[in-house]
């Protein structure tokens, strides 16, 4: 196993930040790692990386013990934590050049990893003259430089514009192929787009650890709609494949189905049947974001 964590349990003060957490991840493998402001996801990162040590518990990676050998582990992984630390004051190439002389590498993968992360045309420039974006480049060209095979990466795209995201997305899931990347972000759609794997985490317990594909096949499908005048519940209660429903409002209803057929036909022939019109209807297909807030409100 690339990463290896067995009942850790991290406790601040009177506070459990992480309770008995366990999980593996194997060379490969790209893992969305999702939680709620203050739910343990950075205290776990901080533990997988030798910056603080759990209470209890077992962190190895690639089968080495992170709490009896933290440095040979760091030598490893590569890290992007969220507040990306720099020198601002560096050029580019000076800032990646002095990371390679940390981690031994041959200063010829400073230039093979500034054209991978796309700071080419930047490269010359001071640090502190670079955009967010550009910025978060740099700690992601040092996070990779030394190589490591796992890669953990603290809401990477953070300031990131439409374009360079498209190419962060891509170099992530080209770096995923042959490491373990564990990616945390508030932004589900970049999970959706990168990861193959969900963690989602709450006041430091896994609630959901299981593949996007498997989460993504959820026949649920949520329909909001509004009727000219106030419909009996027991009216509504009569359509079929019916999981749950909600009456919003006096004529706004939130009607949730289990079928993989789409179910706005049945309401619209529901509304005819009985005299009724639609005033208006939305759906929406039960998702990752969806299936977030269920879990985490």
Not at 55 to 63: I, K, Q
Not at 106 to 117: A, G, P
Request: contains cysteine.
């Amino acid at each position: 196993m690339s990463i290896k964590v067995s009942s850790v349990t991290k406790i601040y003060k009177d506070q459990k930040a992480l309770h008995e957490v366990s999980f593996y991840a194997k060379k490969g493998q790209i893992i969305g790692f999702l939680g709620p402001n203050g739910a343990g996801k950075s205290t776990m990162m901080k533990i997988l990386t030798g910056f603080i040590k759990p209470n209890f518990g077992d962190v190895f990676v690639d089968e080495i013990d992170v709490l009896q050998n933290p440095i040979e582990a760091q030598k490893r992984i590569g890290y992007l934590p969220e507040h990306n630390p720099l020198y601002s004051d560096m050029y580019v190439r000076e800032y990646l050049q002095f990371q390679a002389a940390i981690f031994k590498v041959d200063k010829s993968q400073v230039e093979t990893c500034i054209e991978s992360v796309g700071l080419t045309i930047e490269a010359h420039k001071k640090i502190n003259q670079l955009s967010k974006g550009y910025q978060q480049r740099v700690g992601l060209a040092a996070a990779i430089l030394h190589n490591p095979k796992v890669l953990i990466l603290d809401e990477p795209t953070t300031g990131l514009d439409p374009n360079q995201l498209v190419e962060i997305r891509a170099l992530i899931k080209e770096l995923g192929k042959d490491k373990t990347v564990l990616f945390s972000t508030h932004i589900l759609q970049e999970v959706e787009a990168v990861c193959d794997r969900v963690i989602i985490i709450k006041k430091g317990k896994i609630l959901i650890d299981k593949k996007l594909a498997a989460l993504k096949v959820s026949k649920q499908q949520t329909i909001e709609v509004t009727f000219d005048c106030k419909i009996e519940t027991q009216l509504i209660g009569n359509l079929p494949s019916l999981v749950s429903y909600e009456n919003n409002e006096d004529f706004n209803w939130c009607i949730t189905f289990e079928s993989e057929e789409d179910m706005r036909s049945k309401v619209f022939d529901f509304a005819q049947e009985n005299g009724f019109k639609i005033l208006s209807l939305n759906t929406q297909n039960k998702n990752l974001e969806t299936l977030f807030r269920e879990v985490t409100s």
